[in-house]
């Protein structure tokens, strides 16, 4: 009876709750206490709103950068490595993953309420299955890999030691190995509804009912809490060792440093998960390098090399080359991988000193600066022997003759 009465809980919180998101707060603002621990430009923050059925990433000033509206009361959100985020659309039962313009490029139809979701290293998709009861690992295709029976599961994270760490039945946060055995677990709480993780061994538990944050030792001794919040839904550990929490019904997310003090808040109607990542901007490639000839003939077809390290490690995209004669733009298309040489041929037909300029270009539009090479064409014959010169200078037909060897 506990579980079945759990379960309708659950339900309402995920599947009801947000039209009471959107009538208490039905705006967004931004209060920042900032004490010098939350401000870095390029950290942004992805939050999940039911109160709007969206998903909207912020920077540090609260301006909205990205966001995806018209969703199913959405539940969890991850930006991916690819720059694509995941998200779990709950009422209708979908995990859906859309690129920056907002088109879903993959997804998942489940017959079930998922809660939570996460995209492995493997390229595999974790999902929790509110009441489907069971935890599954779907390939890119669709098919089921792994899976894991347990009363409603309400999120799920798989941990780098290959084993996986389940908020089962509003009341138990476990860890199963890959065989589903409990390796660890932390009972009693009230109404647990996220876990995570940390790098120190510990982990950090979400207790809506209990409304607070609180992080717990392998023991389960708790050696870290925030209390006071209003029906938490998420937490995470930040790099700066801050807390960044989705105070749902008090309608804001938080970030707090080990003091419980806060120094950044974000006013906005119901967030129910919520992510920190930094924006790494991408870097140009290095102005490349170009070998090749620095002389020749008229008429003859002579290769040049070029050669771009991209300090990002991305690919080159292309070579955008000038041969210095008045001939159109080339571009060397690849992707060719950073340090790898690219070549392409050209032919003067002029006699002339030639600048090749070129730069290069990564896969996400960043340009290198240009690079010259001088080419003399035709290559210009000298000597020292002045009888030679003196015979060139009385008899011209000689110039002819060795013009043309």
């Known amino acids: ?93 979908k995990v859906i993953e859309v690129n920056s313009t907002g088109d879903i490029v993959w997804e998942l139809d489940l017959s079930n309420t998922p809660s939570d979701a996460e995209r492995l290293n493997n390229g595999n998709t974790l999902v929790s299955l509110l009441h489907g009861e069971f935890v599954l690992e779907f390939d890119s295709n669709g098919y089921v890999v792994w899976s894991y029976y347990v009363i409603m599961p309400c999120d799920v994270e798989r941990l780098d030691n290959g084993n996986t760490l389940i908020v089962k039945g509003g009341l138990d946060v476990i860890e199963v190995d890959s065989y589903g055995n409990i390796v660890w677990e932390k009972t009693g709480l009230n109404l647990p509804i996220d876990a995570e993780r940390l790098d120190n061994g510990n982990t950090l538990i979400t207790e809506y009912n209990g409304s607070r944050v609180i992080e717990v030792d392998i023991n389960g001794d708790i050696i870290w809490e925030k209390t006071g919040l209003n029906s938490p839904n998420d937490a995470e550990r930040l790099e700066n060792g801050n807390t960044l929490i989705a105070d749902t019904n008090g309608h804001r997310v938080i970030e707090v440093d080990i003091n419980g003090n806060i120094v950044w808040e974000y006013i906005v109607g119901g967030p129910f998960d919520v992510e920190r990542f930094t924006i790494v901007k991408n870097q140009p490639p290095d102005t ?118």
């Open 288 to 405: 490349p390098s170009i070998s090749g000839p620095d002389s020749g003939k008229v008429g003859t077809s002579y290769e040049f090399a070029f050669n771009s390290t991209d300090p990002d490690e991305d690919d080159i995209a292309e070579y955008i080359v000038y041969w210095g004669d008045g001939t159109s733009q080339e571009n060397i298309t690849g992707p060719f991988p950073s340090g790898e040489e690219a070549s392409a041929n050209h032919t003067w037909y002029s006699k002339a000193t030639y600048t090749i300029q070129a730069k290069a270009k990564d896969i996400n539009g960043a340009e290198s600066n240009w690079t010259y090479f001088d080419v003399k064409i035709p290559r210009t014959r000298t000597s020292s022997n002045l009888w030679f010169q003196w015979f060139l200078e009385h008899f011209p037909i000689l110039r002819y003759i060795f013009r043309f060897q």
């Open 1 to 93: 009876m506990k579980k079945k009465i759990l379960g309708i809980f659950l339900s309402i919180l995920i599947v009801v709750g947000t039209f009471t998101f959107i009538v208490t707060a039905n705006t967004k603002k931004t209060i920042l206490t900032n004490n010098g621990n939350s401000g870095n430009p390029d950290n942004h923050t992805l939050i999940t709103e039911l109160g709007y059925n969206s998903v909207i990433e912020v920077d540090i000033d609260g301006n909205i950068i990205w966001e995806k509206t018209g969703l199913m009361v959405p539940v969890d959100a991850e930006r991916l490595n690819n720059g694509n985020t995941l998200i779990v659309e709950s009422a209708i039962g």
